[in-house]
């Protein structure tokens, strides 16, 4: 079957711009993870969904930061007024319940 | 203490030997392990659950400490395509996922 996807897989945007980046989990996966990943660095956890609900929001760095899903499956994160230092690897992981997760490839964003 | 802590290495090993690294943990109600592999500018791929019991796949092994809070993993007969990082995972506090920073594993020709 499909595994995680994640568009788009690259984004290049000026500073000050919104950005809206998708993940598609695998199909019937309950949890959903959004992680952003610089350059050499590790995993920097960012939120956390069940079905559509989200109880751990504790890693957006900022306000300019949200995200949602829907219908227990596709999720979007968006980011207001990109900042240079939002530049990174976003990537998105999915599993069935708390078991293990499965990553998509990731987008790439860079903001000028 | 940190959540999760790993080596950041890196660890320079050559072809052929057997290495092992280890990650603790902080939480001691954690029930859930895993081992993660990721290659450079590739996302973590799932390397194996580390059970209570221990579990081996192949070259790979991984075993759980409890009474010291720390997982291990251990490759016999080292490969040059074992070169990677190694990520823990520990379900944490409230079902929290958390992962470690990584090990770096080189494997020398």
């Known amino acids: 079957g499909a595994g995680v996807s994640q568009s788009p897989s690259n984004k290049v945007t000026e500073k000050g711009k919104d950005v809206e980046l998708r993940c598609d989990p695998i199909?019937?996966?309950?949890?959903l993870y959004w992680y952003r990943q610089s350059l050499g660095q590790g995993l920097e956890f960012l939120i956390y969904?069940?079905?559509?609900?989200?109880?751990?929001k504790s890693g957006l760095p900022s306000d300019r930061f949200s995200a949602e899903r829907t219908g227990g499956s596709v999720s979007t994160l968006t980011i207001q007024r990109t900042q240079q230092e939002d530049s990174a690897v976003y990537l998105c992981?999915?599993?069935?319940?708390?078991?293990?997760?499965?990553f998509g490839p990731g987008t790439r964003l860079t903001v000028l | 203490r940190k959540e999760v802590e790993q080596d950041p290495g890196p660890f320079n090993v050559p072809e052929g030997a057997t290495v092992a690294f280890n990650c603790t943990y902080s939480?001691?109600?954690?029930?859930?392990f895993f081992w993660y592999r990721q290659d450079c500018r590739k996302e973590p791929k799932l390397l194996m659950s580390?059970?209570?019991s221990g579990n081996e796949d192949g070259r790979f092994t991984a075993q759980l400490n409890r009474a010291s809070q720390y997982i291990s993993l251990l490759i016999r007969d080292s490969k040059l395509s074992d070169s990677a990082t190694y990520l823990c995972?520990?379900?944490?506090?409230?079902?929290?996922?958390?992962f470690g920073k990584g090990t770096r594993l080189h494997i020398l020709p």
């Open positions: 995972v520990v379900l944490g506090w409230s079902d929290k996922i958390i």
């Open positions: 992981a999915s599993s069935f319940f708390q078991h293990e997760q499965f």
């Open positions: 939480n001691s109600a954690s029930q859930s």
């Open positions: 580390v059970y209570s």
């Open positions: 199909s019937g996966h309950t949890a």
């Open positions: 969904f069940q079905g559509n609900s989200a109880p751990d």
